[in-house]
């Protein structure tokens, strides 16, 4: 099934319309999704009232070609381009309020399909409550569609969780299931927002990121000098995907679960040994339906037990290389 | 002279580096101009201070080929990258604080280049109190260059100054000069940052705007229904670029004036007659080396003064055209 952005008859093309009527389909498509300006489209910039919170901001986009293709339909893009971004706003525990769009289109991108893409955004921007306050549209080359989203939103509690602050002893979680995302879950996933919340309230939180480029490659982030993470092999939650990738590929479902990429799942530390059973029980009752699996924990980097998973072997995909 | 950001040599090319080392170079070359994580570069998400201000977002991108070519020294296009929406904050009267930038670049992107655009980013960063807290590298085609500026602010006063609220009778300024910027004002442009903070605070300013597209388009958007804009031709402030430009292409300069965009200058609706001499000696002796020229009045459409410029053959430049 091909649901390719651009089209060789110009009537169906964006250069049929001009950048006004565009602006205005847009609109349009975007619907109460969009506030009055200049609270949204239309002013110079977007106001946002006033905060007491701590505010966050995080930048994604999609391009062709490197974040979808002719199979994934345009309201998964719309979609995916908001939910990757949220996902990195659930993985600090916040909120999101706003988001900007910038968009880099070929003259011969399809109206049906930029259509289907600003539906996908705006079905999802009601969905997670964030408002689309502005944005902007360039041209670009000839069979390019690339769309830039910056999201802003802010704390739920009093403290945001950054990737810095775990110690020797702490042990490492993982949300869901990893691997196998090109099936499917890259478009499919939902972010973590009310897990990431809860999770900043719970003062046993030492850290946290979400899992984009593949835990084996993102655990990094999370580890501090002189330590390393002693994972468990077979505790690592591997996904029906991964499984199914690895019956394809030839390669392990671990390698699938490791490296992969474009989970969305959230990465949590918890402080030492003694606060797990209490913690593991808390999440059980908030949120029966969404496993959590203890993966391992951080260790000094000389003394890694003798079993441990060598990440180094399964580095997941590097940009730009 | 040619800038080209792109090399057919692949040692001077980003694909040289990984994603990783070239995120290190990027945080090298923004040197305090990015702060450290969580509050920059780093993390799932920048985290900005509560603020009591009204918050303001903007996003416009520079993209080879559409906003900047090889004439342009990269220093200049990080610069104009972070100018072009310091013009937007300032239209609203607002002071800037945070900016993400989301690159799609291809994998023939000359290293050198990039070290050019980030220092000039950096360089007018600090110039203007921008901090540069965070952003986003990816992939895109053989010879594209895109980058995506979302920026941040919040207002200087109790209010931010939107394109609505003009009404009969109200004076149009305009700021500087106009026309002629392809002739290096695209680039080198100064945005009205502290000019757009005073006329917030002036409550006889009722609409204010920047001017991207040319006067003739852009001040559409701050006339209101019932509405049109009389304006007198001879009061235009034409700078010498455009009347450069005049003798080149045969077209008048006033066509350059009105028509050829990337002015940055500020377009200002200021109540009634009466307040208009007192609001023009204050600007004298704030802005004392910063023209201001009243250029029109806001007179119902359908009683135009006779010798009123009849804007719609002044058209500028519509996108994706």
């Not at 110079?44 to 999609?62: E, F, G, H, R, Y």
């Not at 600090?92 to 399909?113: F, K, N």
């Not at 496993?291 to 951080?298: D, N, P, S």
């Amino acid at each position: 099934m091909s649901a390719s952005p651009f089209t060789p008859t110009r009537r169906e093309s964006v250069t049929a319309h001009g950048e006004l009527r565009l602006i205005a389909l847009i609109r349009r498509w975007l619907g109460d999704a969009s506030p009055r300006s200049p609270f949204g489209i239309g002013d110079d910039c977007a106001v946002i009232p006033p905060t007491k919170n701590q505010q966050l901001v995080t930048t994604d986009p999609v391009i062709h070609g490197q974040h979808f293709d002719d199979t994934v339909p345009p309201r998964a893009v719309g979609a995916k381009l908001l939910k990757r971004n949220l996902s990195d706003i659930a993985a600090m525990g916040g909120r999101p309020v706003a988001a900007v769009v910038s968009l880099a289109l070929a003259p011969d991108t399809r109206i049906a399909w930029l259509r289907g893409f600003y539906l996908g955004l705006a079905d999802s921007a009601r969905r997670y409550s964030v408002k689309i306050v502005g944005g902007d549209i360039t041209q670009g080359p000839k069979g390019f569609f690339g769309a830039f989203l910056t999201l802003h939103g802010e704390s739920t509690g009093r403290r945001v969780v950054t990737r810095g602050g775990a110690k020797r002893g702490d042990r490492i979680y993982v949300t869901g299931v990893l691997g196998g995302s090109l099936r499917g879950h890259h478009h499919r996933f939902t972010p973590r927002l009310a897990e990431g919340a809860w999770l900043a309230g719970r003062p046993e939180v030492r850290a946290m990121m979400d899992v984009s480029d593949g835990l084996a490659k993102d655990l990094e982030s999370l580890t501090p000098a002189g330590l390393a993470p002693a994972l468990d092999a077979g505790a690592i939650p591997i996904s029906a995907a991964a499984r199914r990738s690895a019956r394809q590929s030839g390669r392990a479902p671990l390698a699938h679960a490791l490296g992969d990429g474009e989970d969305y799942e959230l990465l949590v530390v918890v402080r030492g040994r003694r606060a797990a059973p209490a913690f593991e029980r808390a999440w059980q009752n908030r949120f029966p339906e969404v496993k959590l699996t203890a993966i391992g924990t951080f260790a000094p980097k000389n003394h890694l037990p003798a079993g441990a998973l060598r990440l180094a072997d399964y580095r997941g995909y590097e940009h730009l290389r």
